[in-house]
């Protein structure tokens, strides 16, 4: 592990300030022209450097269940970042000039752990529900997680998604939309009462549970599920989101403003990195993200010290 990589992410643990690199270097000590340059490092890669931050600081995972979701970087004041497209953003409720990435982590309740992300980018071949599946395969095959169940919202239970999904023998809890056909029927106009749970397929094949809740329809391929079941299942969808608050607002995720997508990408897995570090001292602390969060902007040293007792370099 690069010692530059694990300076950037202590600054990004300690700065009190915008997360650039002239902010960071002022709190770590390094020239900013050093830390552009591991922004720009092509012999990095970033996707490993992050599974060597989880293995480090949390072991093998095992059970648990894993959310898909994507978040949009907004980065209006930016436009020559390459990639920059017009993307909906759901907590600004407008479109914005940004960056949207497809985000896969993992959680069991007590702790969450962002595995992977992929950015979209617009005029691609690939579509936000391939680079979903291809984020379900690193899971399996190269993480060789086996969930006890995947969850989502309704943008990501496309045919192909819960198509994968089946072929994985994975559950998946996910809220359908009002149009889409349950037993050859649009869902919402299965039944007129308020609440209702019924056995049916979807898309022609596929066997499921819909359950009507207050004018929301969830879904799940755990025929034995019961209403309760798959709501609390689909309600811990919400800790991807607490995870995105905390990097967009307090780890600096989408405050990089250098122009090259590699560069933005770079930053963004080294605030992945530095969520993984805040993640295992809450765990361990019983603080919360926050508290861990004020304490390191005060003492920075105390920033370098976690990142040292996972043992990284040479890594």
């Known amino acids: 592990m690069p010692h530059t990589v694990l300076n950037y992410v202590s600054g990004l643990l300690s700065v009190s300030e915008q997360a650039t690199c002239t902010a960071i270097a002022r709190v770590v000590g390094l020239s900013h022209d050093r830390l552009s340059r591991t922004l720009k490092d092509t012999k990095l890669e970033w996707q490993t450097l992050l599974r060597a931050f989880i293995s480090r600081a949390f ?6 269940h894993l959310i898909i979701d994507d978040v949009v970087l907004n980065k209006c004041y930016a436009k020559c970042v390459e990639n920059l497209s017009w993307v909906y953003c ?3 409720q407008r479109s914005v000039l940004g960056l949207n990435m497809v985000v896969l982590c993992w959680s069991n309740n007590t702790i969450t752990i962002p595995l992977a992300v992929k950015i979209w980018k617009k005029g691609s071949r690939k579509s936000k529900y391939d680079l979903a599946l291809e984020l379900l395969s690193y899971a399996r095959n190269i993480l060789l997680l086996e969930p006890e169940y995947v969850t989502f919202d309704s943008w990501y239970a496309a045919k192909k998604i819960l198509k994968r999904l089946k072929a994985y023998h994975w559950i998946f809890y996910t809220q359908l939309k009002k149009n889409r056909k349950f037993n050859g029927i649009q869902v919402s106009h299965y039944r007129p009462t308020r609440f209702w749970t019924e056995s049916g397929t979807i898309d022609g094949d596929f066997a499921v549970l819909v359950t009507k809740h207050d004018g929301k329809y969830f879904v799940t391929n755990n025929l034995s599920a019961s209403k309760s079941e798959i709501l609390a299942m689909y309600k811990t969808r919400w800790t991807i989101e607490t995870m995105f608050r905390m990097l967009q607002y307090q780890l600096g995720m989408d405050e990089c403003q250098t122009i090259l997508l590699r560069a933005q990408m ?11 570090v805040l993640e295992r001292e809450r765990m361990e602390t019983r603080q919360t993200w926050y508290a861990i969060r004020r304490e390191l902007t ?18």
């Open 59 to 64: 072991g093998n995972l095992s059970g648990g």
């Open 90 to 92: 759901s907590k600004e």
């Open 266 to 276: 770079a930053h963004v897995f080294m605030s992945l990195m530095a969520f993984v």
């Open 298 to 315: 005060f003492h920075p040293q105390r920033a370098t010290d976690l990142l040292s007792t996972l043992n990284l370099v040479g890594a």
